[in-house]
């Protein structure tokens, strides 16, 4: 049922990840651990599809939803490193469409940490709306902000795709995802695609949406969504084109495979989200790959906003363009959902459970992809055990102070 190779030393992450399947409703899965761009952890197991019982492989990939924020994220500071792409310049210096409706002094910098007051476009997008990149951006330069932009911080959960990926699109003169693929996954031999190929579709595993279970722990950002769609979490749902929910014009179809969804739409596996965030574990660059400099890092580990959010509903961390470590454990029932990494990791969950980071204290970087999604809005208890099993292996003893230490 298991296959790929473990290190010595990596025993808790197998151990964890088979229990994954025998105690916690793991269906199919794939989880990647790296140390210095070395995989020392590299496992692939159960069922890539529930109706024909195609197992899942090596080579099998899936939508990764917000892990691809990430990855936009990525696009960005490489421009910014190259000395093309300044954080703390306003957005409409590139973009001048954008600069109206009271955007005019949003930075770059708060578009990357979820300050710029747009975590919906209030507009009713028509059905498969996500899947045209102009009428997008269309939206989103007469948008207002719903907040004073750089006064609180929301989680941009959709419109962070277009809006950075806009930027990297005006810089370069390339889409997002012509720029992911050519200046970061061909580089790094990378499965991983923001717009995917048809020839890939095969090898697809096709997601499953949550579905409650018995104990499980509903967020009050989920709850929001499914009883106030005026709510801001009921509009990323109710106002997505039919993206966000199962059917002809959801996010498995064929159709959003192929779109760049930058926010939610990526494919890959655990061996790509840990491919990719390797050199962010390791300075910058790695095997003759250098894709951002150390002012990148720096941004990428320090936290830049934080407190409440304004969608997720619970305390959060953001770097410029990346989750830090949240712990709302001992939060009230509906706030609880976290992401329990050590104090220099910075990364993205995503929708159902997965999750891709960089640990550059133990040059590690890390990889966890499912297709049965699971309840909440960041980590659930899979994906959680496989962190903490990791970091177990590196030494790591206590997890108490709202970090591994």
């Known amino acids: 049922m298991i296959g790929g190779s473990c290190a010595e030393g990596f025993s808790r992450v197998r151990e964890e990840f088979e229990r994954n399947f025998a105690d916690r409703g793991e269906v199919g899965a794939s989880v990647c651990v790296m140390i210095d761009g070395e995989p020392v952890v590299d496992l692939w197991g159960g069922v890539a599809d529930r109706e024909t019982g195609r197992p899942w492989e090596q080579d099998t990939a899936s939508v990764i939803f917000s892990c691809t924020k990430g990855a936009t994220a990525l696009c960005a500071h ?40 747009l ?28 907040w004073e932009p750089g006064s609180r911080h929301g989680y941009h959960a959709l419109t962070f795709g277009w809006l ?8 370069s003169g390339r889409s997002l995802g012509e720029f992911f693929q050519q200046e970061v996954a061909e ?9 995917c190929p048809e020839e890939v579709e095969p090898r697809l595993a096709p997601m499953i949406f949550p579905e409650p279970r018995e104990g499980d722990e509903p967020s009050l ?37 192929a779109a760049e969804i930058g926010a939610a739409g990526g494919i890959s596996n655990a061996r790509g989200l840990a491919g990719m965030y390797a ?15 150390r002012r990148a890092l720096t941004r990428m580990t320090t936290t830049m906003s934080a407190g409440h959010d304004e969608t997720l509903l619970i305390g959060s961390r953001f770097s ?26 910075f990364g993205h969950p995503g929708f159902g459970g997965s999750i891709g980071f960089a640990s550059p204290a133990d040059r590690m970087s890390f990889g966890y992809t499912m297709n049965n999604m699971g309840p909440g809005t960041l980590l659930n ?24 230490c």
Not at 121 to 145: G, H, N, Q, Y
Not at 164 to 171: A, D, P, Y
Not at 187 to 195: A, R, S
Not at 223 to 242: H, L
């Open 78 to 117: 490489v421009l910014a490193s190259r000395g093309q792409l300044d954080l703390a310049a306003p957005v409409a210096r590139y973009w001048p469409e954008f600069g109206q409706s009271g955007k005019e002094d949003i930075t770059v910098g708060m578009l990357l940490t979820h300050q710029s007051g």
């Open 119 to 146: 975590p919906v476009i209030s507009t009713p997008l028509p059905d498969c709306a996500f899947f045209d990149w102009d009428r997008m951006i269309a939206a989103l330069e007469v948008e207002k902000p719903a």
């Open 164 to 171: 950075v990926g806009e930027l990297v699109r005006r810089v």
């Open 187 to 195: 580089p790094l031999g990378l499965d991983f695609w923001i717009g």
């Open 221 to 257: 950002f989920m709850t929001m969504a499914a009883t106030k769609p005026e709510s801001i979490p009921g509009q990323i749902f109710a106002n997505s084109g039919g993206y966000m929910l199962p059917g002809p014009t959801g996010f498995d179809s064929r159709e959003a495979h």
């Open 279 to 293: 050199p962010l574990a390791c300075g910058g660059g790695l095997a003759g790959v250098e894709l951002v400099d």
């Open 320 to 345: 410029a363009g990346f989750f830090r470590s949240i712990d709302n454990r001992h939060r009230p029932y509906g706030l609880r959902d976290s992401v329990i990494l050590s104090q220099d990791a």
């Open 381 to 404: 208890e899979r994906g959680q055990s496989l962190v903490d099993a990791v970091y177990r292996s590196l030494g790591y003893t206590d997890d108490s102070a709202e970090l591994w």
